[in-house]
C-alpha cells in the first residue's frame, strides 16, 4: 500500500501524507517525472527520498515505487473535494439532528464502488465519510479502505460511540482526521440530549481509544439548552483529547425546513459573527447522498443530480444548479444589506421554511433591511 499521494490540486501540484496536515508541493516537472517513474516501476527519484524525509521523516529509500507513492492522475473535472453520506441511520436520536428522518437504506457494497470510483474519477482527493453515523454502516470498513486505497485523505464526521470498534482499521489506513460530535461532558446530559441510553460510555471509549492509538482527533462541542450548563466542562474535557476544539452552538433546521431542532437553541449561543463570503458548493466540492445523488452541499439539496445514472457528465450541470440555489429570493428577496449577511441562501431557505424568528438566522433581525 502506498505510503504518500502525489496529486493535482487545480492547476497546481502536490504530495500528501495520510494521517498528516503536512504536504509538499511540486513543480510539474516532478509530478511528471513520479508518474513515469510509476508507470514504469523505475527506483523512486533521490529528491523525493529527501522530500518524504524531510517533511514526514519517512524513509522511503529502496522501497518499491508502487508502494513509496500513489500518482493520481489529472482530471477534466476540476473536484477536489467531497463529502459522501454512507448512510442516514444513526444509533442516537439527537433531538437537534437536521436530517429529518433517518432511514437504515441506501446502494450495497458494490454500488459505493461505483460512486467511489465516480468520485476518483471527478478529481476527488478530500473525502469526508458522513451520515447518519457512518461507523454503524455495514458497509463502512469496506468502503473505507476502498477509499483509502484509491488514494484518498479521508476524514471521517461520527458521534464517536462506535469509534472504538474500527481503531485497528485507521491505524492501518489513517485518516487525515476524525471530527468528533460532542453532546454532554456528563452521562446525564449526553444521553438526555441522544435519547440514548449507554451512549456517553460508548462515546469516551471512542475518545479513549483513539487517543491511545494516536488517530488525530477534532472535537465540535455542540451546546443545546440541554447541555449549555456543561458548556466550558464540554470544552475543557475535548481539550484533553483533542488539539482543535470548536465550540458551536448555533442550531439549525432539518435541510428540508422542519422546525424542529430550533426548540434546542440555547439562549445565547446563536453565532452569526462572520460575513458570508461565498463557498466553493457545487465548483469544486459537492455532497452524494446514500442513493448516489448529488447536490451542491449537505444543506442546498434542490435538483439532484443521479451520478449512477447520468455519470461524470450529470457533474457538468452542478455549478449551474448552485449558483441558483444562492439567489437571494423569497424572504431575503431585496435585502439592503445582503452585503453584509452571515448565512448562506440554502441555510437561510430552511430556516424561513421552518418559520423561525429572523433573529435565529439573521444577524439585522428587523423587517426594515428589507425594501
Known amino acids: 500500500m502506498h505510503q504518500v499521494i502525489a496529486t493535482p490540486q487545480d492547476e497546481k501540484f502536490a504530495i500528501y501524507r495520510p494521517g498528516s496536515p503536512r504536504a509538499v508541493q511540486l513543480s510539474r516537472a516532478f509530478y511528471s ?12 527519484p533521490a529528491w523525493f527520498i529527501s522530500a518524504c524525509r524531510q ?7 529502496g522501497v518499491p515505487s508502487r508502494e513509496a507513492v500513489m500518482v493520481r492522475p489529472k482530471t477534466e473535472l476540476n473536484y477536489s473535494r467531497a463529502t459522501y453520506e454512507i448512510n442516514k ?12 428522518m433517518r432511514p437504515l437504506s441506501g446502494v450495497d457494497l458494490e454500488g459505493k464502488a461505483t ?7 471527478a478529481g476527488v482527493v478530500w473525502l469526508q465519510i458522513t451520515g447518519g453515523e457512518p461507523t454503524v454502516d455495514r458497509d463502512f470498513p469496506a468502503f473505507y479502505r476502498m477509499a483509502y486505497e484509491a488514494g484518498m485523505m479521508l476524514d471521517i464526521l461520527t458521534n464517536g460511540t462506535r469509534l472504538h470498534s474500527h481503531l485497528d482499521l485507521l491505524r492501518e489506513c489513517p485518516p487525515n482526521k476524525v471530527t468528533v460530535s460532542m453532546y454532554g461532558a456528563t452521562e446525564d446530559a449526553f444521553e438526555a440530549l441522544t435519547r440514548t441510553r449507554g451512549a456517553f ?48 452552538g448555533t442550531i439549525s433546521p432539518t435541510y428540508e425546513g422542519g422546525g424542529d431542532p430550533l426548540a434546542q437553541q440555547a439562549d445565547g449561543w446563536v453565532d452569526r459573527s462572520e460575513i458570508f463570503a461565498g463557498c466553493p458548493a457545487g465548483h469544486t466540492f459537492f455532497h452524494v447522498d446514500p ?46 444589506l445582503s452585503k453584509t449577511c452571515r448565512v448562506c441562501r440554502p441555510l437561510a431557505k430552511a430556516h424561513q421554511e421552518a418559520k423561525a424568528p429572523l433573529a435565529s438566522y439573521c444577524q439585522h433581525g428587523m423587517k426594515e433591511v428589507t425594501a
Open 33 to 44: 517525472e513520479l508518474a513515469d517513474v510509476v508507470a514504469a516501476d523505475r527506483p523512486v
Open 89 to 100: 441511520f444513526c444509533n442516537l436520536n439527537c433531538k437537534m439532528c437536521y436530517l429529518p
Open 55 to 61: 517533511a514526514w521523516d519517512l524513509d522511503v529509500s
Open 291 to 336: 442513493h448516489g445523488l448529488v447536490t451542491m452541499c449537505k444543506v442546498g439539496r434542490e435538483n439532484p443530480i443521479n451520478l449512477i445514472v447520468e455519470g461524470l457528465d450529470g457533474l457538468l450541470r452542478l455549478p449551474g444548479i448552485a449558483d441558483a440555489q444562492m439567489l437571494r429570493t423569497g424572504g431575503c428577496a431585496g435585502c439592503k
Open 115 to 121: 460512486l467511489l470510483a465516480m468520485l476518483r474519477d
Open 201 to 248: 460510555k460508548g462515546f469516551m471509549q471512542g475518545l479513549e481509544g483513539a487517543k491511545a492509538a494516536g488517530i488525530p482527533l477534532e472535537i465540535t462541542v455542540l451546546v443545546t439548552k440541554d447541555n449549555a450548563h456543561e458548556a466550558e466542562a464540554m470544552r475543557l474535557l475535548a481539550s484533553d483529547y483533542a488539539e482543535t476544539v470548536t465550540v458551536c
